[in-house]
């Protein structure tokens, strides 16, 4: 059993956790990730290490509330437990030779690029990070991001706050204004991710992608998170979950994507209905 060290709501749909694994938290680098079960019924939710605390031995996860297995989660207070938390998996992030990077990240994927940035900042890179939101009700991790940033641009769809438009418009402006980034990495919605690879496609500089598709057993063995990646399968867990975004097939991703949106649907409405009748 994990303990919940910290929960800190930071905004309506988002939560981060701190949980006690030392294990885990001795090991864990920058892009790495967990996967946990809320109680031993629970489904096998994999999650991003946002960060961690050595000394402490906690690991911090930071999930959106969007389904059946994350509203459970998320009914968890500090001072529970967590019945399983499995990890480091993955491969870390490649931070050899960048010396100057642009970290774009948007919505809940700002709290996997979160730990990157600040890997690169400790690493003495020139970090460039660029966070978008739908809103800014929805904005998360700004004076993080502010911290271990040497520029940050805020974008939010609506201007409520910061600048208004993509993430994309600014990266563009940054690289039609000189900047020679060794490297452009991409942390959050596919669609998002692949305009910022069309992006930086013309003019050929480096750009990574993180990919989450749906994972079970986080070994390889299942191969429910297997993309197309330079024209061969690759299987996120394991392979990943960063990628050549010049190579990454981001439709066939997409397509895959959507195939359990019914099925996410049922699972939120199952549990809004159980915990309606806890209430009663």
């Known amino acids: ?40 019924d629970g489904e096998r939710i994999p999650l991003t290490v946002a960060g ?24 968890k207070e500090e001072g529970e437990y967590i019945s399983d938390f499995v990890g480091p998996l993955g491969c870390p992030t490649r931070t050899d030779g960048i010396k100057k990077v642009c970290i774009v990240g948007g919505g809940v994927g700002c709290a996997i690029a979160l730990p990157v940035a600040r890997k690169f900042k400790e690493l003495g890179a020139t970090v460039h990070s660029v966070i978008g939101f739908r809103n800014r009700d929805l904005l998360i991790l700004e004076e993080e991001f502010a911290a271990c940033s040497d520029k940050l641009t805020v974008m939010t769809d609506d201007g409520s706050y910061g600048r208004q438009g993509v993430v994309t418009l600014p990266l563009k402006e940054a690289i039609e204004g000189g ?5 452009v990495i991409a942390i959050g919605p596919l669609p998002m991710m692949k305009f910022v690879v069309a992006t930086t496609r013309p003019y050929n500089i480096p750009t990574t992608v993180s990919m989450n598709p749906i994972m079970i057993d986080g070994t390889g063995m299942c191969g429910g998170c297997r993309l197309t990646v330079g024209g061969k399968t690759r299987f996120a867990c394991v392979d990943g979950p960063d990628f050549n975004g010049f190579e990454v097939d981001f439709d066939e991703a997409m397509a ?8 996410e649907r049922a699972e939120r409405e199952k549990a809004c209905n159980l915990f309606k009748k ?3």
């Open 52 to 75: 961690c605390d050595r000394e402490k031995g906690t690991v911090q996860i930071i999930f959106q509330v969007v389904g059946g297995a994350t509203m459970l989660l998320n009914r």
């Open 256 to 263: 895959r994507s959507s195939m359990y949106a019914e099925f």
């Open 179 to 183: 900047e020679n980034y060794d490297e």
């Open 278 to 280: 806890e209430a009663e």
């Open 1 to 40: 059993m994990y303990k919940i060290v910290n929960k800190k709501v930071l905004n309506p749909t988002v939560t981060l956790m701190d949980v006690y694994a030392p294990l885990v938290a001795k090991k864990a680098q920058a892009g790495q990730f967990i996967i946990l079960r809320a109680d031993d």
